[in-house]
């Protein structure tokens, strides 16, 4: 059984990798490959940013942070070092990054498309999934009614876990407003963190009411 944490929006990419492992950007090592913005890359190197080459964000967020212990701060800045894993002939590239940044771990022996050579799900397996989800969504949608799990089209009863997202309904509009509702069970719990994304993006200053 998945854990809250493995959970996901359906539209948010994860590899599909199995035995992938987690490290923080500390624990990093020469030769390790990370899975950086959906493409593997190989670990070159890893240093500390002398306090005077901060990124001003850095800068801010260690001031908001009371100025901790430079050489302790989990979100001290760190250059990474990477170089593209599966082509020899991409140039190192370096990346500013936070001392406790979380990566996902490749095995040596990881799986890529056949036909694009990307990581999966590649580009168009990923596109062609989530096709796949809005195509019923879109006749499910419409025939949700007030009091339904906007998940999984069933009621929701009282004694059933669920969260209401307050405001505008931003699946069905005509609704009104705060009945955008999702039982918390695991088979709902996907389609609720994707309305999240949509909720938080509807108005600035929302926070997350559902938390992984
Ligand atoms: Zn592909
Ligand atoms: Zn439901």
Redesign the pocket.
């Known amino acids: 059984m998945p854990t809250l944490r493995q959970l996901r929006s359906y539209e948010r990419w994860v590899s599909d990798q199995p035995d992938t492992e987690r490290a923080l950007t500390v624990d990093l090592t020469p030769g390790r490959i990370v899975i950086w913005g959906k493409a593997p890359f190989r670990v070159i190197s890893l240093s500390d940013l002398n306090p005077g080459n901060w990124p001003t964000e850095y800068e801010e967020a260690w001031d908001a942070a009371s100025r901790p212990d430079v050489a302790s701060w989990k979100d001290r800045p760190m250059r990474l070092g990477v170089q593209r894993d599966t082509d020899a002939a991409d140039p190192e590239r370096s990346g500013i990054v936070p001392a406790h940044g979380q990566w996902v771990i490749l095995p040596e022996h990881y799986s890529v498309c056949r036909s694009c050579g990307e990581l999966p799900p590649c580009p168009e397996a990923f596109t062609d999934r989530i096709m796949a989800v809005e195509s019923h969504r879109i006749d499910f949608e419409m025939r949700l009614v007030h009091g339904t799990?906007?998940?999984?089209?069933?009621p929701?009863s009282r004694r059933e876990r669920?969260i209401l997202f307050p405001g505008d309904n931003l699946i069905r509009p005509d609704l009104g407003a705060n009945t955008a509702v999702?039982?918390t069970?695991q088979?709902?719990l996907p389609i609720a963190l994707s309305y999240q994304d949509r909720w938080l993006a509807a108005e600035p200053g929302r926070a997350e009411r559902i938390s992984w």
């Open positions: 799990c906007h998940g999984c089209g069933k929701v669920s999702f039982h069970r088979s709902c």
